[in-house]
């Protein structure tokens, strides 16, 4: 199949929250998306008619980014004539229920923290294999404000599998950067999403009430740094954490 005038994204977990706030943003700024699924297939359907409805281009891609072998499958089935210009991984590789460390079985714990790095590794490794070839692309890794220390109790599990994913992108940046292969990761804190909407209203206010800028986050504002991250204006940028909690994360009020 001859490749398309687009440049390539693949966007994991494309069909909801960030994910498809991501895809609606990269295909805006002209990039064939590829909307990663991995049970919900009429949810990526529903991002793939809107994109096409505003003359985008877009496909939905089923698999499951812990799988050895079916993130590699998503690797090549997202590239057209075997390239691919864009990789975010944005699934949430791993369910949690906050709990403290004196109930937080082992096991759990484990499960948290390798399947955080297997959502990411088989992916990343596979996508800069074509980047590469290529002498250029981009991979976003997103992450949360929790790696930096708990933003509540019983997050333990998911703030340290959050700083492992921190800590492999940064040294996946310098690997890749002699390659012409930019890598940065988005940590956001608090999004307003289908996933978050039991949060109570009065949190939600207190969260805002403690950002500098006023307000939480939405998920078209991680979508807007994602795609700031892939583009031209930061092209001298990698290996980045850009936090996007409105300034939560610096203030001390």
Request: proline residues 4%; contains cysteine; aromatic residues 6%.
């Amino acid at each position: 199949m001859a490749r398309p005038d687009r440049p390539i994204a693949l966007v994991t977990d494309g069909s909801r929250g960030i994910g498809a706030a991501t895809s609606l943003r990269l295909a805006s700024a002209g990039f064939r998306v590829a909307v990663n699924y991995f049970s919900n297939r009429s949810a990526a359907d529903e991002v793939v008619a809107r994109i096409e409805a505003d003359g985008g281009s877009a496909f939905a891609l089923r698999g499951d980014v812990r799988d050895e072998q079916q993130a590699a499958r998503m690797i090549e089935q997202a590239a057209v004539d075997g390239r691919l210009d864009v990789l975010v991984c944005n699934a949430a590789a791993a369910a949690f229920t906050p709990t403290p460390v004196s109930a937080l079985s082992w096991s759990d714990f484990r499960t948290k923290v390798t399947d955080e790095l297997a959502g990411a590794y088989i992916l990343a490794q596979r996508a800069l294999a074509l980047m590469e070839k290529q002498g250029q692309g981009n991979i976003v890794f997103v992450s949360s404000t929790a790696a930096d220390g708990p933003p509540s109790h019983g997050m333990t599990a998911h703030g340290t599998a959050k700083a492992a994913l921190n800590t492999f992108a940064r040294f996946l940046a310098c690997e890749a950067g002699p390659l012409g292969v930019r890598v940065n990761v988005v940590a956001p804190g608090f999004v307003r999403t289908e996933a978050s909407a039991h949060m109570p209203q009065a949190v939600q206010q207190q969260l805002a009430d403690r950002a500098p800028l006023g307000r939480v986050a939405e998920a078209d504002d991680v979508a807007r740094a994602i795609t700031m991250l892939v583009g031209d204006d930061a092209r001298f940028v990698t290996g980045a954490v850009v936090p996007i909690d409105g300034g939560t994360s610096v203030s001390r009020m």
